[in-house]
């Protein structure tokens, strides 16, 4: 367990939701809902997952911290913004699930192993170092990222589609080598760091 | 040419339901001129379609028929019905008033013997049904319809039916060539009573009401219950005539949702609760009662109506709003989606017959009122200073129930009554 993770225990103790509306992006919104469950029965892939975002609003407001933190619900959404279309009181459910998430991984206590943390984590890199998504070293990374021979099983199978995106110019075979960078790497890394130094701040502040 | 006598001590009330009619006999009542224009041809408003009320369970015919005694006996009071105000000028103690009266193309010495009616054929749905069932295009809008007086559909005049309903009439009561009427009223102060119409279902597209015959809304339920109504009183789906015995009512269809009507409508719990009753009492112990709800707002002296419905009815009480309906093609069924608060359970339930309780929603848009008013942000009307001597009165205001209504409406007529006064007082 982290050592951010233990702070924020000590800090806020039982107040669980209160540490949620402060370090959780759109986290204030928690305590709108109504527990109407219009959002989870909405949500397309809710019926595989532990906790739909409902069940998670209501375990927040209960103070089960680390049920929620661990969980791999938040995880799993794909941001399809059904919920957010749905809610009646206007919650932006999508956002506070990936919200949730972030903390959750800044703490240390996301699941490991859980596909889309990983994905999230090759897209993030993989962004951060160009200011872009190079497409074919996502695309790469991602078939391998359950290994090797899976990775060449998925290729396989998503070959026509990669071929296509490279008929129409939409994806360049050159990008595996360097790939082009935004404008002003420069600049852009250094918006990167000012955000992260902003962010850390805030967290560290709210940490005690 | 309609008579009005009308000065700036007189009140004028828009609006003839139980909230407008309340108010304008309580202000004739104490000696003042009043004036009552009702846009539909008939007064009474909504509770005219109403099968019994809650929490009494008794039938709102018998209030309406003793306000209509009321307002037969009292020579102060003039009821002016297809009017509608056109413009408001003035101020406090003394507007000047447009009004526009729809041509009804029935005389005064009608007397009701329905002759006319059969005698044309063509048909239209019937409003006072939702639209339900047919009627003719000559037509008494309903059986208690005050006045008791025919109508015929504008939509007919021109055709060969309108001829044969003026042939059909023996007392020359029909006249073919009414154009209607504009008319300016001189009057201190104004009530307004416009009340409310339900919100559009159509419009809560996961429920299917557009798509799913047997999804109805409340307002549609309590015609099917009344033995007067479409189907004779009879709970039957509309998409085969089959008995509804398993019948699942949906809450805050259309109320508090930052997509629809921001507010709760407040009495569509209790009309729910009220309207399980009419499947206990049609069914016995066949019936099979579900509601789905946010939470079951039944305010101070109404819990004990709750308790008494949760046992008599055996209603079950699932706490969910619904995500979305389907409906099975094999028989009809509508099937409901969602998650169970209680357990966060997934469901996929089949009912019978759907019932929406659907929100009320003011029956003027915020854009239409013929006059400025300090409206709040659902539209209904607030009590401003700045409103000067026009006073909401019933739902207009709020969504209220009758009891509540008829209360507001009462002081409204008060706060007009000292407006007037307040001129009298001056011009002595
Ligand atoms: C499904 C359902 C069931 C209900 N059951 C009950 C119950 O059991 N018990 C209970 O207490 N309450 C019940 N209610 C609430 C009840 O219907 C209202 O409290 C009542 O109708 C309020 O009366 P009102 O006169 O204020 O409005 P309305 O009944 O809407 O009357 C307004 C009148 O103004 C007229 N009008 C509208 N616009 C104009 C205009 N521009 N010019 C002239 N006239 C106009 C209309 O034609 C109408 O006649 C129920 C409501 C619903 C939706
Ligand atoms: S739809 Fe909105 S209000 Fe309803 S349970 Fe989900 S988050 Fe809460
Ligand atoms: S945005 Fe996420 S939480 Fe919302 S409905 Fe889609 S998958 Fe479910
Ligand atoms: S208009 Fe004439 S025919 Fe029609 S109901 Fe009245 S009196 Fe009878
Ligand atoms: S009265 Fe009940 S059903 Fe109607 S909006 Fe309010 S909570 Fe919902």
Redesign the pocket.
């Known amino acids: 367990m982290s050592e951010l993770n233990q702070q924020m225990i000590e800090q806020y103790r039982t107040r669980f939701l209160q540490e949620v509306e402060a370090n959780v992006e759109e986290g204030e919104w928690v305590k709108m809902c109504m527990q109407c469950g219009v959002c989870s029965g909405s949500c397309p892939l809710g019926k595989h997952w532990a906790h739909p975002p409902q069940e998670i609003f209501m375990m927040i407001r209960a103070g089960k911290r680390e049920e929620v933190l661990t969980s791999d619900s938040m995880w799993m959404c794909t941001s399809c913004y059904n919920c957010i279309v749905r809610c009646p009181r206007g919650l932006p459910i999508t956002h506070i699930m990936h919200g949730l998430a972030t903390y959750a991984k800044r703490l240390g206590l996301a699941p490991k192993n859980q596909p889309t943390a990983k994905f999230a984590q090759l897209f993030w890199d993989n962004l951060v170092k160009k200011g872009r998504v190079n497409e074919l070293k996502l695309g790469l990374s991602l078939y391998f990222m359950n290994g090797f021979g899976e990775g060449i099983k998925v290729a396989m199978k998503q070959q026509a589609i990669g071929l296509g995106m490279l008929r129409t110019k939409r994806m360049n075979p050159m990008e595996v080598v360097g790939g082009h960078a935004v404008k002003d790497l420069d600049g852009f890394h250094k918006m990167i760091r000012k955000a992260q130094e902003l962010e850390d701040a805030r967290i560290k502040q709210n940490a005690g | 040419m309609t008579e009005v006598i009308a000065t700036n001590e007189t009140i004028l009330v828009v609006g003839g339901g139980i909230s407008g009619m309340t108010a304008a006999l309580e202000a004739a009542e104490t000696g003042k001129q009043v004036v009552l224009l009702e846009k539909r041809p008939y007064l009474g408003g909504r509770v005219s379609q109403l099968y019994k009320y809650f929490p009494k369970l008794c039938f709102p015919t018998c209030g309406l028929e003793i306000n209509q005694r009321r307002a037969k006996m009292n020579p102060a009071l003039r009821i002016l019905t297809l009017a509608e105000v056109t413009s408001v000028e003035g101020e406090p103690g003394n507007y000047r008033v447009g009004v526009h009266i729809s041509p009804r193309y029935?005389k005064e010495n009608?007397?009701?013997?329905?002759?006319?009616e059969r005698a044309v054929s063509s048909e239209f749905d019937d409003e006072f049904n939702y639209g339900l069932s047919k009627r003719k295009g000559?037509y008494l809008p309903h059986r208690m319809a005050h006045p008791l007086r025919?109508v015929l559909d504008p939509r007919i005049i021109g055709s060969e039916d309108a001829e044969k309903a003026k042939a059909?009439?023996k007392?020359d009561?029909?006249d073919l060539d009414d154009s209607g009427e504009d008319l300016t009223l001189n009057v201190g102060a104004v009530i307004w009573a416009t009340g409310w119409q339900p919100y559009d279902a159509n419009r809560i597209q996961p429920y299917g009401y557009d798509r799913i015959a047997n999804v109805i809304t409340s307002v549609e339920f309590e015609r099917m219950a009344d033995p007067s109504g479409p189907t004779g009183g009879r709970l039957i789906r509309p998409s085969d005539g089959k008995e509804a015995r398993n019948v699942a009512f949906i809450q805050c269809a259309g109320s508090r949702d930052h997509n629809h009507l921001l507010h709760c409508s407040r009495i569509c719990c209790m009309a729910t609760l009220k309207q399980t009753t009419y499947v206990a009492d049609a069914w016995g112990d066949d019936a099979d009662i579900s509601v789905y709800y946010i939470d079951i707002r039944a305010i101070d002296r109404f819990e004990d109506f709750y308790a008494k419905v949760r046992e008599t009815t055996r209603a079950r009480f699932i706490k969910s709003k619904v995500a979305k309906i389907e409906e099975n093609k094999a028989n009809g069924n509508p099937v409901l989606h969602g998650v169970d608060t209680e357990g966060y359970h997934r469901y996929a339930n089949e009912h019978d017959l759907v019932v929406l309780a659907i929100g009320m929603q003011p029956s003027v848009p915020s854009d239409q009122f013929p006059v400025k008013l300090a409206l709040n942000e659902e539209g209904f009307i607030e009590p401003a200073p700045e409103n000067g001597a026009i006073f909401a009165a019933g739902v207009a205001s709020d969504a209220l129930d009758v009891n509540r209504a008829v209360q507001h409406a009462t002081g409204a007529a008060l706060k007009a009554v000292q407006v007037v006064n307040r001129v009298a007082g001056q011009e002595a």
């Open positions: 029935v009608c007397t009701a013997c329905g002759d006319c000559a025919y059909a009439c007392y009561a029909i």
